[in-house]
């Protein structure tokens, strides 16, 4: 009997990596689609996985390399783009979508699993909330068609994050005083193993179909609190300072313009909503969340002081 076979996009990002190492233990066959296949050859080592060249927002290539597939899983996602309209947030989370979704019914492929964010909604204040709220509603109103699940994680960590490393990378930079802004944000900071095993754990479970998951830890911090944590980890001394919200929005405005845009105004009005859980759907799962504490101080000791 052939192995099931799974199909992942985004599989060589900061999840997507997490993930394959979880399926390449299941025995099954994983097929990761990338537009860098080269970069990634570390993923080869994992058994069971292999890369293909691909450029996933082709409808006729998703077609081709859905064929034959038992499960596609989509993890494609971007904090920010290089506009500032949402242009770019709508091509990668609400039209690629709808290329997937297109694909595995014309490729007969019965399920998919697809990553959204906490907050998610299209009436959520930010382009990125937004657009991951259109697309999770496309991905749930195709559930007549396919077998779907939508998962909706906080703030994600983990070895090779880029959460609790940009804080640190940040803290790095600051003279003794950093100032930051929101504050009060409120996270629920979830382990990157955790949402990788909710993943595998959903593939065959029939009462998830349909059905979308808010994913959190065990704990919920503010923004100031993370920073502090990070430095103390790191046994940096600095005085983190609250920027009052006509500050926070100044900051992210000026930093929206420095490469890679550390922060920006479309982050500024994600952090109006507390990303935190009313319904941890780790427990349908069977899932007990691991906490921050015990994961952080492992990689976030390796970072260059």
């Known amino acids: 009997m052939p192995r099931p076979r799974i199909c992942v996009l985004g599989g060589t990002g900061f999840v997507g990596r997490h993930l394959a190492a ?6 099954l066959d994983v097929k990761i689609l990338t537009r860098l296949r080269a970069r990634h050859r570390e993923l080869l080592v994992l058994p069971g996985v292999s890369l293909v060249d691909a450029n996933v927002h082709d409808p006729e290539t998703l077609k081709h390399e859905f064929a034959g597939c038992d499960a596609v899983v989509n993890l494609v996602g971007i904090l920010n783009e290089r506009g500032h309209r949402g242009r770019v947030f709508d091509q990668v989370h609400v039209e690629l979508v709808g290329k997937i979704l297109a694909a595995c019914v014309s490729a007969g492929v019965p399920r998919l699993l697809h990553m959204s964010a906490l907050n998610a909604a299209v009436d959520a ?8 709220g259109e697309a999770a509603a496309l991905v749930l109103k195709a559930q007549d068609s396919l077998h779907v699940t939508v998962f909706e994680p906080s703030v994600i960590f983990g070895p090779g994050d880029s959460f609790i490393n940009r804080f640190a990378a940040l803290l790095r930079m600051a003279p003794g005083v950093f100032p930051l802004a929101c504050p009060r944000a409120r996270f629920a ?20 179909f349909g059905q979308r998951y808010s994913l ?4 919920v911090y503010t923004l100031r609190e993370l920073l502090r944590y990070t430095a103390r980890v790191m046994r940096w001394h600095r005085a983190i300072i609250g920027l009052p919200r006509s500050l926070s929005w100044m900051q992210a405005a000026l930093m929206e313009w420095i490469p890679g845009k550390p922060f920006s105004l479309d982050n500024y009005r994600s952090l109006k909503l507390d990303s935190v859980c009313t319904e941890n759907g780790f427990g349908h799962f069977r899932i007990e969340p691991v906490s921050l504490e015990t994961v952080v101080p492992a990689y976030l000791g390796k970072v260059t002081p």
């Not at 930010?126 to 991951?132: N, T």
């Open 22 to 27: 979880r399926l390449a233990l299941q025995d």
């Open 125 to 132: 204040p930010s382009h990125y909330l937004r657009s991951k």
């Open 189 to 208: 900071p979830v382990y990157v193993g955790d949402v990788a095993e909710v993943f595998v754990r959903s593939l065959d479970e029939r009462t998830s």
């Open 216 to 219: 959190c830890g065990p704990k």
